[in-house]
Nanobody, 115 residues
Framework: QVQLVESGGGLVQAGGSLRLSCAAS????????MGWYRQTPGKQRELVAT???????NYADSVKGRFTISRDNAKNTVYLQMNSLKPEDTAVYYC?????????WGQGTQVTVSS
């Protein structure tokens, strides 16, 4: 089992920045990759960014150049630095751990960008 706890969401004006954190605990060694996803009411959850155990990163086109995913292995924590935020970035952001047999999700953190 892997437990994920997200933090760092909030309300920010367009053009501002936020940093999300996702702290993992439990069967850390089983995690192959971690990622951030987001969801708005009535829409499917979508990929924002992922980072693999080897450090490979992948971003949605809509956030490239604005968002940066990183990790601190010593703290078992993954971050999402979000700059130049837009109102369309408003969503609940979820952390995901992709393990050998299962996927695990955090509880989500709300990000609201006002225009």
């Amino acid at each position: 089992q892997v437990q994920l706890v997200e933090s760092g969401g909030g309300l920010v004006q367009a053009g501002g920045s936020l940093r999300l954190s996702c702290a993992a605990s439990g069967s850390i060694a089983s995690i192959n990759a971690m990622g951030w996803y987001r969801q708005t009411p009535g829409k499917q959850r979508e990929l924002v960014a992922t980072i693999t155990r080897g450090g490979g990163m992948n971003y949605a086109d809509s956030v490239k150049g604005r968002f940066t995913i990183s990790r601190d292995n010593a703290k078992n924590t993954v971050y999402l630095q979000m700059n130049s935020l837009k109102p369309e970035d408003t969503a609940v952001y979820y952390c995901r751990a992709i393990a050998t047999l299962y996927n695990f999700w955090g509880q989500g953190t709300q990000v609201t960008v006002s225009s």
